[in-house]
């Protein structure tokens, strides 16, 4: 626990160093905070929106990490990123880094094992026996939540739009490695996970994909 604090703390540094203007200020305001509070009452509180819940997507870690409105880890799961890594450019299958925000969800009441084809739930159902008479496709399952970049000429814009690039956090079969970067951009999540979050994640809560978590 105590490891984890630790490494909160040096990610709250790091989005100081990132930051800018009145961001910047709230996030060093965080920081001075956190020198003065006990260990065992840290807090992570969203560095972008403070007062708002938000989410961590960590690449090193493979983990997805829901932070309510004070900071305090709610939930966390094991996910799977990009197997080609960090990268924000149009069609190169890799995982956006910086701040997004969940600018729509798809999927309220299709089962786990729904298969969603082009934000369209249909009447397919996943099994491993399909996977395996496919096994190259990316199959998309039971919830999406698709997301906006907000850091214009990095997440946002023309040739490096998450929107656009159709970057999600969805649910993915059992054949998926979790916990070792597989996707071709997206945020792959368990099913029952991903449900899980899907309920408890409003429209424009803040997600933060950091490389180095």
């Not at 009145?22 to 840290?42: H, K, M, N, R, Y």
């Not at 969800?105 to 249909?122: E, N, V």
């Not at 979050?197 to 429209?203: D, G, R």
């Amino acid at each position: 626990m105590k490891q984890y604090w630790r490494a909160a703390f040096i990610l709250a540094l790091a989005l100081v160093v990132r930051g800018a203007g009145a961001e910047s200020v709230a996030t060093a305001d965080f920081v001075i905070a956190q020198q003065a509070t006990p260990l065992g009452d840290a807090r992570l509180p969203n560095p972008r929106d403070p007062g708002s819940e938000w989410i961590l997507v960590g690449m090193a870690s493979q983990q997805l990490t829901l932070f309510d409105a004070r900071g305090r880890i709610t939930a966390r799961y094991t996910v799977s990123t990009a197997r080609l890594g960090a990268g924000e450019k149009e069609n190169s299958m890799q995982t956006p880094r910086g701040w997004h925000r969940v600018c729509d969800k798809i999927g309220d009441g299709a089962s786990p094992d729904t298969i969603i084809y082009h934000r369209t739930i249909t009447p397919w159902r996943y099994t491993a026996a399909l996977h395996a008479d496919y096994p190259d496709k990316d199959w998309v399952l039971a919830r999406i939540l698709w997301l906006c970049g907000q850091e214009p000429g990095r997440n946002q814009g023309k040739g490096v739009d998450s929107h656009d690039r159709a970057i999600y956090i969805h649910g993915a079969g059992d054949h998926v490695a979790f916990g070792t970067p597989t996707s071709r951009g997206c945020v792959r999540m368990r099913t029952r996970d991903v449900i899980e979050l899907y309920e408890h994640v409003p429209l424009g809560t803040d997600v933060l994909i950091d490389e180095a978590h």
